[in-house]
């Protein structure tokens, strides 16, 4: 399931009265058909072009994102971090990482590696707990 929204980034681009393929250049990726794809919710910006795409945009990464809730997803996306990435960053195994995104975790991660999340995400600890929350509980 998709955490970019769609149309945030064609309003955001045309409120700065920016082509696609514009866009594409200022971004650094190939073509405006790649913006096309990401407008019309067939394909997402990776956590670091999202990072980049907000930055052209002029929006924090957050305003490109689906609802308000905040999850682990969203966290790592606004910080720019793939999954391996972020499970380096805080010295756990991709797989436990994605396990804890998804819910699909036994016993959450030690308070230790939720101070090292938090700080991979800079984000609040409460933010990483509430995160965990949302994955084990879905609302």
Same mark, same amino acid.
């Given at each position: 399931?998709?955490?970019?929204?769609?149309?945030?980034?064609?309003? +955001?681009?045309?409120?700065? *009265?920016? #082509?696609?393929?514009?866009?594409?250049?200022? !971004?650094?990726? +190939?073509? *405006?058909?790649?913006? @096309?794809?990401?407008?019309?919710?067939?394909?997402?910006?990776?956590?670091?072009?999202?990072?980049?795409?907000? #930055?052209?945009?002029?929006? &924090?990464?957050?305003? =490109?994102?689906?609802?308000?809730?905040?999850?682990?997803?969203?966290?790592? $996306?606004?910080?720019?971090? @793939?999954? &391996?990435?972020? +499970?380096?960053?805080?010295?756990?195994? #991709?797989?436990? $990482?994605?396990?804890?995104?998804?819910?699909?975790?036994?016993?959450?991660? @030690?308070?230790?590696? =939720?101070?090292?999340?938090?700080?991979?995400?800079?984000? &609040?600890? *409460?933010? !990483?707990?509430?995160?965990?929350?949302? +994955?084990?509980?879905?609302?």
């Amino acid at each position: 399931m998709s955490c970019v929204d769609p149309p945030a980034i064609r309003a +955001a681009r045309e409120r700065l *009265g920016l #082509t696609q393929h514009r866009l594409a250049r200022l !971004v650094g990726v +190939a073509g *405006g058909e790649r913006i @096309s794809r990401w407008e019309l919710g067939l394909d997402e910006p990776r956590p670091d072009l999202l990072v980049r795409l907000a #930055t052209v945009l002029e929006l &924090p990464p957050a305003d =490109l994102l689906v609802g308000a809730r905040r999850d682990l997803r969203k966290l790592r $996306y606004c910080a720019g971090l @793939s999954s &391996p990435e972020l +499970a380096a960053a805080v010295h756990v195994s #991709t797989r436990s $990482y994605v396990r804890w995104e998804s819910g699909a975790w036994v016993r959450p991660p @030690s308070a230790e590696i =939720l101070r090292a999340l938090a700080r991979a995400l800079n984000v &609040p600890v *409460g933010a !990483v707990c509430d995160a965990l929350d949302l +994955a084990e509980h879905p609302k």
